[in-house]
């Protein structure tokens, strides 16, 4: 099992839906949990994170964090356009203190 | 200014050739990464540092050397490039608290012919 695994999409949403990205990761990550987004050729820009169960919200933006079943979602309000990019998700682990990352979801929000 | 910078932008190479990506920051943060990524892949670590005498190999280490020549500057080499090592490369800090983000600098786009 990957550490940290995300299905690579694409993922295609109507603008003003909801888009759901999701993530499980292994019990070496168990730490902190971190949803960025990245733009072709750009570098990852942090979107939200996560350290407790439940979910935390940021304006459009909710993640979610289950430990016992060990996944960790994005949802995403009122999809726009613009929001078309590739969601990484990333895990701390505490044990070699390092950040390990999904391969990434691309997102396609439909005008 | 930005906070983290890395130099070149962009660099076009051929096989053999050796290799230095720069990498500067006023973040004030011990810790500094190197990652390479490719498509489908996502970041995968090549070298980290914890502090100027600390270095570790990440999961893609071979063919790549780091130096840490201060708290703010971390370099990577490759020795002698390959054309399988083209990819974009991200330099990253973060504080020392696993519950903070990392922060990423522009990244270098490295082609090797």
């Known amino acids: 099992q990957k550490e940290v695994e995300q299905n690579s999409g694409p993922l295609s949403v109507p603008e003003g839906a909801i888009a759901s990205l999701n993530c499980t990761y292994s019990?070496?990550?168990?730490?902190?949990f971190f949803w960025y987004r990245q733009y072709s050729g750009k570098s990852p820009e942090l979107i939200m994170s996560?350290?407790?169960?439940g979910d935390k919200e940021d304006g459009r933006f909710t993640a979610q964090l289950n430990k016992a079943s060990q996944y960790v979602s994005l949802l995403i309000r009122d999809s726009q356009p613009s929001d078309s990019a590739t969601y990484l998700c990333?895990?701390?682990?505490?044990?070699?203190?390092?950040?390990?990352f999904g391969t990434g979801t691309r997102l396609k929000v439909l005008a | 200014d930005a906070d983290v910078t890395q130099t070149p932008r962009n660099r076009i190479t051929k096989t053999g050739k050796r290799i230095m990506l720069e990498c500067s920051q006023t973040?004030?943060?011990?810790?500094m990464y190197w990652y390479r990524q490719d498509p489908g892949l996502g970041l995968r670590l090549i070298y980290y540092s914890f502090d100027v005498k600390d270095i570790n190999k990440g999961e893609i280490s071979d063919g790549y050397s780091v130096s840490r020549q201060a708290q703010a500057k971390f370099s990577l080499s490759l020795e002698s490039a390959i054309p399988n090592q083209t990819a974009l490369y991200f330099c990253?800090?973060?504080?020392?608290?696993?519950?903070?983000?990392?922060?990423f600098g522009p990244g270098t786009r490295l082609t090797v012919l």
């Open positions: 973040k004030g943060h011990d810790r």
């Open positions: 996560i350290y407790s169960n």
């Open positions: 990333a895990g701390y682990t505490s044990g070699t203190y390092k950040y390990i």
């Open positions: 990253a800090t973060s504080p020392p608290r696993g519950t903070d983000t990392q922060y």
């Open positions: 019990d070496r990550v168990s730490q902190s």
